[in-house]
């Protein structure tokens, strides 16, 4: 069993930075694909970045490519997200994942992919 827990968020002006931090046990996390993703109310979860087990290749939704970039701390067993130029369509809860069943080079950006889930961290950002 893993257990994830997310810091980092909270209350930022448009064109702000926050980064989000998730601290896992249970498991070594180099060893799997970590995501991040983020849910807005009223709407369903979606896909933010990725980082690959082996390789790090990382992978990010159109919408933060070039403002978001995730990146993994081994000595520390967390996965970061670090967010710049954030904007008010931003404001989601952000919940990071890991994937345990990856294959090497492979990657996804569905929920269904990824095997324990964190309890998520509010971001909000006001225009």
């Known amino acids: 069993q893993v257990q994830l827990v997310e810091s980092g968020g909270g209350l930022v002006q448009a064109g702000g930075s926050l980064r989000l931090s998730c601290a896992a046990s249970g498991r070594t996390l180099t060893t799997y694909n970590m995501g991040w993703f983020r849910q807005a109310p009223g709407k369903e979860r979606e896909f933010v970045a990725c980082?690959?087990?082996?390789?790090?290749?990382?992978y990010y939704a159109d919408s933060v490519k070039g403002r978001f970039t995730i990146s993994r701390d081994n000595a520390k067993n967390m996965v970061h997200l670090q967010m710049n130029s954030l904007k008010p369509e931003d404001t989601a809860v952000y919940y990071c994942?890991?994937?345990?069943?990856?294959?090497?080079?492979?990657?996804?950006?569905?929920?269904?992919?990824?095997?324990?889930w964190g309890q998520g961290t509010q971001v909000t950002v006001s225009s």
């Open positions: 980082i690959n087990k082996g390789d790090w290749n990382t």
């Open positions: 994942a890991v994937d345990l069943r990856a294959w090497a080079g492979g990657w996804s950006s569905n929920t269904g992919a990824y095997d324990y």
